[in-house]
């Protein structure tokens, strides 16, 4: 079974990467949406994969470092694409707890990525 928990955060960005003139080298700010997915069996007491309050516990702290600030200043966010924030996020979250299968990052309402690991 998949357990899932949303949260949401604001942050600013740029891509250095982009040529000049593309609109994404200049710092802007997003909303993203994050649901992360948690799978496996229940536990044969408490009847779940996990509880989400220790689900919260551990995503909080993440996304409070990350929350409100220039993601192009935190340490392997140099390039903050969705899809490098989405490693980053997976690299902090499957560390403590393993059972992370799936990280779904909006960076708007029409764009983001679907991670499941390397
Ligand atoms: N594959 C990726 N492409 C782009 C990324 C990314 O992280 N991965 N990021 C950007 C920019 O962050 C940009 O702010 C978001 O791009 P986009 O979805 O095109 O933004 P719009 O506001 O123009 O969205 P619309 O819904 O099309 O108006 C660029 N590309
Ligand atoms: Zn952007």
Redesign the pocket.
């Given at each position: 079974m998949k357990i899932f928990k949303k949260f949401t955060f604001d942050s600013a960005?740029f891509?250095p990467n982009v040529p000049d003139g593309h609109k994404?080298k200049n710092v802007?700010g997003?909303t993203y949406h994050l649901t992360v997915f948690f799978e496996g069996d229940l536990d044969d007491h408490f009847k779940w994969v996990i509880d989400f309050g220790e689900v919260k516990k551990v995503i909080k702290p993440i996304i409070d470092s990350i929350d409100h600030k220039l993601l192009n200043e935190i340490e392997g966010l140099e390039n903050p694409?969705?899809?490098i924030l989405a490693i980053w996020l997976w690299d902090r979250i499957k560390t403590q707890i393993p059972a992370l299968a799936t990280i779904k990052l909006y960076?708007?309402?029409?764009?983001g990525v679907i991670y499941e690991g390397s």
């Amino acid at each position: 079974m998949k357990i899932f928990k949303k949260f949401t955060f604001d942050s600013a960005h740029f891509l250095p990467n982009v040529p000049d003139g593309h609109k994404c080298k200049n710092v802007h700010g997003h909303t993203y949406h994050l649901t992360v997915f948690f799978e496996g069996d229940l536990d044969d007491h408490f009847k779940w994969v996990i509880d989400f309050g220790e689900v919260k516990k551990v995503i909080k702290p993440i996304i409070d470092s990350i929350d409100h600030k220039l993601l192009n200043e935190i340490e392997g966010l140099e390039n903050p694409t969705c899809e490098i924030l989405a490693i980053w996020l997976w690299d902090r979250i499957k560390t403590q707890i393993p059972a992370l299968a799936t990280i779904k990052l909006y960076e708007n309402p029409s764009s983001g990525v679907i991670y499941e690991g390397s």
